[in-house]
């Protein structure tokens, strides 16, 4: 145990002894030796002469780095996948090694407890709607989780959040607009299909698409706004509450809409716990029930 402890510190550039656990009350007085190693070693990493800009490109590079050993381990493993097959507890062993994070390692374990199916044998990408996009937390899931996917309908209204989903997703989402107003609304070309003078309307109707090809829209993810019901607003349990703010409708109708247009397998329903609180300070009607009314 105390060779792993240590090289678990050397490998991060500190040097410090394991706990003694023959006597839990002795104190042991910090290791200034060590902080100062670990400062310098931080200071050596980003020296003086690096910018931002070049710390950034060195964070970029690791995660790159790691990408690929993930995607090297899932190909070696779709190639085994036949073998493995033949034991379940080999199985799982050998599904827990592509993934690098801790939450997705015990939310495969919770899955596989539970006896259901795990999406990465599917024979065809999983078919998803996002509305209120951001940042994409769905794709950045799913891709850590090895799940193919298809992003077939996506909104943002900031660029800035567009342009990232674009670089780090590249060919993952098919139609993104500018807004969830443009994605309910049918024949209106999503800001992906105009920016490239394609323009096509029906190009940029997945429902149209689904309904030709007989298929159906297996997640519907959407992060509307929090602003109106969150319990940091100061009004949000005066007179009104959160129907008071302007972005009222767009979690109680045009997400409503959303879900109407597409019918959807399944739906992941993002919002704060001021969801969940009522709309005035000693009401009982609360906005979750409204919605889901």
Known sequence: M?????????????????????????????????????????????????????????????????????????????????ESEASSSSTSGSSLRFLTTWWAQTLFKAVTGLQLSWPRKRSSPLRVISGCTGCSAEAAVLKALGVDFTILSASEISKSYRDFCEANYPGRIDHFFESIEDQIRTGKPCATCAASLMGDVLACDPDEVLRQRGLEVDILMTGSPCDPFSTQRNKRFANGGPTTHYLFDVTMQRVIDLYA?????????????????????????????????
């Open 2 to 82: 105390e060779d792993e402890w240590d090289q678990l510190f050397h490998n991060h550039g500190v040097a410090q002894q394991p706990p003694d656990k023959s006597d839990a009350a002795q104190s042991i007085p910090p290791d200034t030796s060590s902080e100062k190693s670990f400062t310098e070693a931080l200071e050596h990493t980003l020296s003086e002469d690096d910018d931002w800009d070049e710390a950034f490109q060195k964070e970029i590079q690791v995660s790159q780095e790691e990408e690929n050993e993930v995607e090297e381990t899932c190909g070696l493993r779709a190639e085994s996948e036949s």
């Open 261 to 293: 247009r597409y019918e959807p397998q399944r739906g992941i329903f993002e919002q704060v716990w001021g969801f969940c609180l009522p709309f005035e300070k000693g009401g009982k009607e609360v906005p979750k029930d409204r919605s889901l009314g």
